[in-house]
């Protein structure tokens, strides 16, 4: 082991990360609390405040993946698409089965500069999580209580807001659900037999509602569907963990540019036709898993260093009270913000996943 990676794994430096990420991000929440009576006068400018803030948030567990850890991500997409990226809205659909695959998500999201911008269609529960919970409120990410019945409404709603939104963005959809696991892809499979669907290897059988409800919201604000399946090299199992401890890994992603208007609108047919995207995603994760690596061509954009220097920023700002590192009160609120840390890297991991998708559903067998 050389002496940076005996570094990177030591608890005192993972203290100094877990410190400045919890004080700046509880900083960057204030900022946007005062940003408030703003949204009376100019709703525009308050957003444009809000993507900053929030970059300043994200960008450090982007710096943590690109720069503490070294991990690579690799894209692989058709070159004539690529210049469209970044420069349109666009609905991003994902498989669900990494613990840091959100995070690849927000490398790519900054290497095309639509990270404070990007949303997602998420869990509710996740609003109550610090800092990334509260800084997602103001930039009007969607949250569901994965109950149609309560959805359907609340979703569309909020997907109706992001109409006018001034900047571009990526709206991130894991149609699965939840993350895979064993028992989830069982019982997912299950219903995908009651439903003559065709098994699927390496995904859970996507949830369609929500997938037709943002197509339908979105179309003519968002340009494209950006079909994106991710995979990392030698059989790795990313976590939060292992990239504070500075672990390097290896990830490719695979993206197919569809344009919205091949998309249904009526329900059903949408619906049949994501069924059969998740059946093509599924043939080319067997083909990863075959070759290792997708089909067509890579074409990788540089990281920036843009989130290496508001990581910086926000380091120097904060270690500087910090000079006598022995100060009894400086120890114990790195402490107690790496506990609070850790708490939150709960939040990503498989094992303290919820139940969603494990019950097994009475079948309606025709
Ligand atoms: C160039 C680079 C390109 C790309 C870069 C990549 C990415 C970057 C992009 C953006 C990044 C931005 C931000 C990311 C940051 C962080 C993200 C972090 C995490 C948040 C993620 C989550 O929280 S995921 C969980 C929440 N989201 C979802 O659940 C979305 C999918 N779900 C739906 O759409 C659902 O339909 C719903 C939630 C709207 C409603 O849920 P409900 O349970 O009520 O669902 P359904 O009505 O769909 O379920 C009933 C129907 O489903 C059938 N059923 C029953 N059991 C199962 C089962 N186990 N599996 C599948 N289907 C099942 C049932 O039979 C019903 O069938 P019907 O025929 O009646 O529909
Ligand atoms: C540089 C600082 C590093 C500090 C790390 C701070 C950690 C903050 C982590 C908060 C991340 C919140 C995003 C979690 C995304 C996620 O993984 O959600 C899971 C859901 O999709 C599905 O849930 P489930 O049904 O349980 O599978």
């Known amino acids: 082991m050389g002496v940076l990676q005996l570094l990177k794994s030591q608890f005192l430096c993972h203290l100094i990360i877990c410190y400045v990420f919890v004080v700046s991000g509880l900083i960057i929440n204030l900022l946007q609390l005062c940003t408030l009576p703003l949204w009376l006068v100019s709703k525009q400018l308050a957003r444009r405040i809000n993507i900053r803030l929030a970059y300043c948030v994200s960008s450090q567990m982007v710096a943590a993946l690109e720069w503490w850890s070294g991990t690579e991500c690799t894209l692989y997409t058709d070159p004539k ?12 659909v994902l498989n669900h089965s990494f613990e840091i695959d959100f995070l690849c998500g927000w490398t790519f999201c900054d290497r095309f500069g639509v990270l404070g911008s990007s949303k997602v269609l998420a869990k509710k529960e996740l609003a109550y999580v610090p800092i990334i919970g509260w ?14 019945e309560e959805d359907r409404r609340t979703v569309a709603q909020s997907l109706q807001n992001l109409r006018d939104y001034p900047e571009n963005y990526w709206f991130l959809l894991y149609c699965e659900g939840t993350r895979f696991t064993p028992k989830k892809h069982q019982v997912s499979m299950q219903v995908a037999e009651s439903k003559g669907l065709p098994k699927l290897k390496y995904h859970l059988l996507p949830r369609t509602k929500g997938f037709w409800v ?14 994106s399946t991710l995979n990392f090299r030698n059989n ?35 619906a049949a ?51 006598n590192i022995l100060n009894v ?34 079948l309606n067998r025709n």
């Not at 698409?81 to 991003?92: K, R, W």
């Not at 800084?135 to 149609?148: A, G, Q, T």
């Not at 197509?215 to 494209?224: F, H, I």
């Not at 120890?331 to 494990?358: C, H, P």
Request: hydrophobic residues 35%; aromatic residues 14%.
């Open 135 to 148: 800084m997602w409120y103001f930039l009007e990410i969607v949250f569901c209580k994965r109950k149609w």
């Open 273 to 323: 036709w994501l069924h059969k995207l998740y059946q093509e995603k599924d043939s080319f994760q067997e083909h990863y898993t075959q070759t290792g690596c997708f089909p067509g061509p890579t074409v990788s954009p540089p990281r920036r260093p843009w989130s290496l220097i508001n990581w910086l920023f926000w380091c120097c700002l904060l270690l500087y009270p910090l000079d």
């Open 81 to 92: 698409s690529y210049p469209l990226y970044g420069n349109e809205n666009a609905i991003v």
């Open 214 to 227: 943002t197509v339908q919201n979105l179309r003519g604000t968002a340009a494209a569907v950006y079909d």
């Open 329 to 362: 009160l400086s120890l114990t609120l790195s402490f107690t913000a790496s506990l609070g840390v850790r708490w939150m890297i709960g939040q990503t991991e498989i094992d303290k996943g919820s139940s969603y998708g494990n019950k097994e559903v009475p």
């Open 236 to 270: 790795e199992s990313p976590t939060l963990l292992g990239i504070l401890n500075g672990k390097k890994y290896h990830a490719d992603l695979y993206v197919r540019r569809i344009p919205l208007e091949m998309i249904p609108e009526d329900e059903a047919e949408c």
